[in-house]
């Protein structure tokens, strides 16, 4: 088992960059592939970005390739989402997330471990 916690939210204008955090702990950290997700207020949680254990592979949804980046320091268990060029639809709750499978995976059903989320706030 896991325990997930995010840091690194804010409020930040149109343009402007952050770097999420998420700290991880209980287990080894380099036998999970990891995600990010994100939700807007009103709308279900949606897949951001992913990296295999070894971070040799990662996975992007459109909307964000290009200006987000995933990576991971496996000797510090700690996952990263660099986010440049903030637009204020990117506005959300943002959550890392743990899967045992190793790969960089999309699919949310198969994350069991769950960070308590942080709030991004982007101004036009």
């Known amino acids: 088992q896991v325990q997930l916690v995010e840091s690194g939210g804010g409020l930040v204008q149109a343009g402007g960059s952050l770097r999420l955090s998420c700290a991880a702990s209980?287990?080894?950290?380099?036998?999970?592939?990891m995600g990010w997700f994100r939700q807007a207020p009103g709308k279900g949680r949606d897949f951001v970005a992913a990296?295999?254990?070894?971070?040799?592979?990662?996975s992007y949804v459109d909307s964000v390739k290009g200006r987000f980046t995933i990576s991971r320091d496996n000797a510090k268990n700690t996952v990263y989402l660099q986010m440049n060029s903030l637009k204020p639809e990117d506005t959300a709750v943002y959550y890392c997330?743990?899967?045992?499978?190793?790969?960089?995976?999309?699919?949310?059903?198969?994350?069991?471990?769950w960070g308590q989320g942080t709030q991004v706030t982007v101004s036009s």
């Open positions: 997330a743990a899967t045992h499978l190793t790969i960089a995976t999309l699919q949310s059903s198969v994350y069991a471990y």
């Open positions: 209980g287990s080894t950290f380099s036998r999970y592939g």
């Open positions: 990296i295999s254990w070894s971070g040799g592979s990662t």
